[in-house]
């Protein structure tokens, strides 16, 4: 993309009322746009983003989870939520229907996909059933000083499992850690989440949440660093120890933390109230159990920004950078032989064909944080090459041109 037919700029300060991180740094660099507390519009830049986290999420679901991608609506009627005792819970937005129809926006998705299930559902042999979808949520948080990690309405995949019994409904929990495994570490924060033991409500023991590593987080974890496991503070006291070798409390790295994503084993919470059920192989009627697994799309971009970056601004990971190049020119010459350069590697790179001054541009380059900075001038052009840096080390190379694409 050249620079110029960006319609966005960069700011030299964030809004003053908003204290995250994230947000000030995305706002700068102009991939988002703060339209009021806990809600932002997502720029070229910031959706690009988006888009290639949303397809790290998609294979992990579609691959390892064998999951089927569905769409469901914003709009829930009201009823469903009173059929499961859900209708007065305090982030929930209510609306009307001009008939006076009671309506609320959709937090989470049980009250819509069971029924939708029941439809579609009758015998044993229809059973396993994986659904997920990536959609806008709608929460009335209490706060949201988060910046994108906290929003009021923000994009989640949420992907729902449907099961004959326990013992499947186990196997395939177990099988979404791994998923989730793959999803962290591929969008660059594999090294600082952790699972972490959860309270599970009425139905299960435990829940469990991925949770990152950052000052920035809101909640409190003990980690146990031989098991690479962690637990949450708030069911630590009646568990207080590692829940696999039996590390204590006090030996547990204390932590704050962001959950970028959380698996719930729901079992019969929300297909009883609906009565989801099935025929067995010998014509008896059986409970279904379900399973549900949360991302925040948002909240994981917010979170890597969280871990990544420095005082010139954002760290892109190369999984989901808006783009792997940042190319600028010095001097008439260069410019000519960087249009080239561009034409051949049009979506790898973002050329900076701005007119203002090249101390603008590097300074934007740190902002806006793609994996290289490439630089070409009349003097790297006396070796055919131009100069990579790395956004994360900062170390510089000579490169070939002809090798630009194939060296990193
Ligand atoms: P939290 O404890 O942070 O409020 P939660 O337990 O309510 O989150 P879930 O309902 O399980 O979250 O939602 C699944 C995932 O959606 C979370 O793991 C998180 O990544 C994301 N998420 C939840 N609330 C928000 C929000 N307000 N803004 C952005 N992402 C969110
Ligand atoms: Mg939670």
Same mark, same amino acid.
């Given at each position: 993309?050249?620079?110029?037919?960006?319609?966005?700029?960069?700011?030299?300060?964030?809004?003053?009322?908003?204290?995250?991180?994230?947000?000030?740094? /995305?706002?700068?660099?102009?991939?988002?746009?703060?339209?009021?507390?806990?809600?932002?519009?997502?720029?070229?830049?910031?959706?690009?983003?988006?888009?290639?986290?949303?397809?790290?999420?998609?294979?992990?679901?579609?691959?390892?989870?064998?999951?089927?991608?569905?769409?469901?609506?914003? /709009?829930?009627?009201?009823?469903?939520?009173?059929?499961?005792?859900?209708?007065?819970?305090?982030?929930?937005?209510?609306?009307?229907?001009?008939?006076?129809?009671?309506?609320? /926006?959709?937090? #989470?998705?049980?009250?819509?996909?069971?029924?939708?299930?029941?439809?579609?559902?009758?015998?044993?042999?229809?059973?396993?059933?994986?659904?997920?979808?990536?959609?806008?949520?709608?929460?009335?948080?209490?706060?949201?000083?988060?910046?994108?990690?906290?929003?009021?309405?923000?994009?989640?995949?949420?992907?729902?499992?449907?099961?004959?019994?326990?013992?499947?409904?186990?196997?395939?929990?177990?099988?979404?850690?791994?998923?989730?495994?793959?999803?962290?570490?591929?969008?660059?924060?594999?090294?600082?989440?952790?699972?972490?033991?959860?309270?599970?409500?009425?139905? #299960?023991?435990?829940?469990?949440?991925?949770?990152?590593?950052?000052?920035?987080?809101?909640?409190?974890?003990?980690?146990?660093?031989?098991?690479?496991?962690?637990?949450?503070?708030?069911?630590?006291?009646?568990?207080?120890?590692?829940?696999?070798?039996?590390?204590?409390?006090?030996?547990?790295?204390?932590?704050?933390?962001?959950?970028?994503?959380?698996?719930?084993?729901?079992?019969?919470?929300?297909?009883?109230?609906?009565?989801?059920?099935?025929?067995?192989?010998?014509?008896?009627?059986?409970?279904?159990?379900?399973?549900?697994?949360?991302?925040?799309?948002?909240?994981?971009?917010?979170?890597?920004?969280?871990?990544?970056?420095?005082?010139?601004?954002?760290?892109?990971?190369?999984?989901?950078?808006?783009?792997?190049?940042?190319?600028?020119?010095?001097?008439?010459?260069?410019?000519?032989?960087?249009?080239?350069?561009?034409?051949?590697?049009?979506?790898?790179?973002?050329?900076?064909?701005?007119?203002?001054?090249?101390?603008?541009?590097?300074?934007?380059?740190?902002?806006?944080?793609?994996?290289?900075?490439?630089?070409?001038?009349?003097?790297?052009?006396?070796?055919?090459?131009?100069?990579?840096?790395?956004?994360?080390?900062?170390?510089?190379?000579?490169?070939?041109?002809?090798?630009?694409?194939?060296?990193?």
């Amino acid at each position: 993309m050249r620079q110029s037919k960006l319609f966005t700029k960069t700011t030299k300060d964030a809004p003053k009322e908003e204290e995250a991180k994230n947000a000030q740094l /995305l706002i700068r660099a102009g991939f988002i746009n703060k339209e009021m507390a806990g809600v932002y519009s997502y720029l070229p830049l910031g959706l690009k983003v988006v888009r290639k986290i949303e397809n790290i999420i998609r294979k992990e679901m579609n691959e390892t989870l064998e999951a089927s991608e569905i769409f469901m609506p914003a /709009l829930h009627p009201l009823e469903n939520y009173e059929k499961t005792g859900r209708e007065n819970i305090d982030v929930l937005f209510r609306t009307k229907l001009a008939t006076g129809r009671s309506l609320v /926006l959709g937090q #989470s998705h049980e009250e819509v996909v069971v029924p939708l299930i029941k439809n579609h559902l009758f015998s044993y042999r229809d059973l396993p059933i994986y659904v997920y979808q990536i959609q806008n949520k709608f929460r009335n948080e209490l706060r949201a000083k988060s910046g994108i990690l906290r929003g009021r309405e923000f994009s989640m995949k949420d992907l729902y499992s449907f099961h004959s019994d326990e013992g499947d409904l186990e196997e395939y929990y177990e099988k979404s850690k791994k998923a989730y495994k793959n999803i962290f570490k591929e969008v660059g924060i594999g090294e600082e989440t952790f699972i972490t033991f959860a309270d599970g409500g009425t139905f #299960s023991k435990y829940s469990h949440e991925f949770q990152t590593v950052t000052g920035a987080g809101e909640d409190i974890i003990y980690i146990c660093e031989s098991c690479r496991l962690a637990v949450n503070d708030e069911i630590i006291d009646e568990s207080p120890k590692c829940p696999e070798c039996g590390t204590k409390k006090e030996d547990l790295r204390k932590e704050k933390s962001i959950e970028v994503g959380n698996i719930f084993k729901l079992k019969r919470r929300f297909s009883d109230p609906f009565d989801l059920r099935y025929t067995d192989e010998n014509g008896h009627e059986k409970p279904v159990h379900m399973g549900c697994y949360g991302i925040g799309v948002g909240r994981l971009m917010g979170a890597v920004l969280e871990v990544n970056s420095d005082e010139n601004g954002m760290i892109w990971p190369e999984s989901i950078a808006p783009f792997k190049f940042h190319l600028i020119a010095i001097g008439e010459k260069a410019e000519k032989k960087a249009a080239e350069i561009y034409d051949k590697m049009e979506e790898d790179i973002l050329y900076d064909d701005r007119n203002v001054g090249v101390g603008e541009k590097f300074a934007d380059a740190d902002l806006i944080g793609m994996p290289y900075r490439v630089v070409i001038s009349e003097k790297t052009m006396e070796n055919d090459s131009v100069e990579i840096r790395k956004r994360w080390s900062k170390e510089e190379k000579l490169v070939k041109i002809d090798k630009l694409q194939s060296h990193v």
